[in-house]
């Protein structure tokens, strides 16, 4: 017999068909490493503040309204002459107290309780007082001749005047002028009060000849005389605004209208030797 072939080494496995080496032993997970906390975020910035505004514009300046001594000095000097002496509303035949010369009343103690605050009678006396018959070295004529004592001044507009006169007469209308009696250039002639109708009563609307022609005569003959014009004292009564102001040593009259009406008109002084501006100084406030 034939003797067996001989061995062949047994054939290395392809490669693909080795065994695996065994997986390495896994490892603990690490940590991942702590960054450090990212920076904080920064504050908004604060809102710009708004630009600045421009100034206003300066509002147009007024003038101060006139105080009380300005209107009545104002007043003074106003021709009265040719003023409205216009019938009046209420009582037939009477004007009403234009805005022309200041129509002053000194109290006589023929006011109801010797003061202008309560005053009830209808007939009441005052003096119109202007510039116009005013001559260097006189003085304005007011009943009494003495600017400190105590009187009030009428408001244009608020009191009827019922009459007037040339000089001081009883405190009452009577019979009635003409204003055709002569013309103004002759009231040097007449006799005092140089009205031409001595004792009569001139009408509010022959207020315009009356005035002139007695300022015509004083300025003539150098003579100051106070004139009287009767008014309506229940306008007083009624209408506490009828007093415009106090003058002279008016503080009592002052105070007592206060204590009645809650309020009271300005005390003023009154100069008689000015006769531009004869309200002078506020004693009160104005």
């Known amino acids: 017999p034939r003797p ?3 061995q062949q080494p047994p054939r290395a496995p392809p490669p693909s068909l080795l065994p695996l ?8 997970p690490q940590p991942a490493p702590s960054l450090p906390p990212p920076p904080p975020s920064p504050l908004p ?9 421009p100034p206003p514009s300066p509002s147009p300046s007024l003038p101060p309204p006139p105080n009380i001594l300005a209107i009545l000095n104002a007043r003074f000097r106003r021709s009265p002459f040719s003023a409205d002496w216009r019938a009046g509303g209420e009582l ?14 000194v109290v006589d103690g023929w006011e109801d309780h010797g003061t202008g605050a309560n005053m009830e009678s209808p007939d ?5 007082i202007h510039s116009r018959c005013g001559f260097a070295g006189g003085e304005i004529p007011i009943y009494g001749g003495d600017a400190r004592k ?4 009428l408001r244009p507009g608020v009191v009827h005047v019922l009459c007037g006169k040339g000089g001081d007469s009883g405190g009452h209308c009577g019979a009635w002028c003409d204003p055709s009696l002569g013309s103004v250039g002759e009231a040097a002639r007449l006799q005092y009060p140089g009205d031409g ?24 003959n150098r003579r100051l005389v106070y004139n009287e014009i009767i008014y309506d004292g229940l306008d007083v009564h009624k209408y506490p605004e009828a007093i415009e102001a106090f003058f002279g040593d008016a503080m009592a009259e ?18 008689l030797s000015n006769w531009q501006a004869p309200f002078t100084n506020c004693v009160t406030a104005c």
Not at 150 to 153: D, L
Not at 254 to 262: D, L, P, S, T, Y
Request: with cysteine.
């Open 197 to 220: 109708c001595w004792g009569g009563s001139w009408r509010p609307a022959d207020f315009g000849i009356f005035l002139e022609r007695t300022a015509e005569w004083q300025r003539a």
């Open 124 to 128: 009441q006396s005052g003096s119109l």
């Open 45 to 53: 910035s604060p809102p710009r503040p708004p630009p600045p505004q």
């Open 254 to 271: 002052h105070q007592a209208f206060k204590a009645v009406h809650g309020w009271a008109p300005p005390l003023v002084e009154l100069d």
């Open 4 to 6: 067996p072939p001989p």
């Open 21 to 28: 080496p065994p997986p390495a032993p896994s490892l603990p």
């Open 92 to 105: 037939a035949g009477a004007g009403v107290l234009a805005d022309a010369g200041v129509l002053v009343h």
């Open 150 to 153: 105590p009187g009030f001044v």
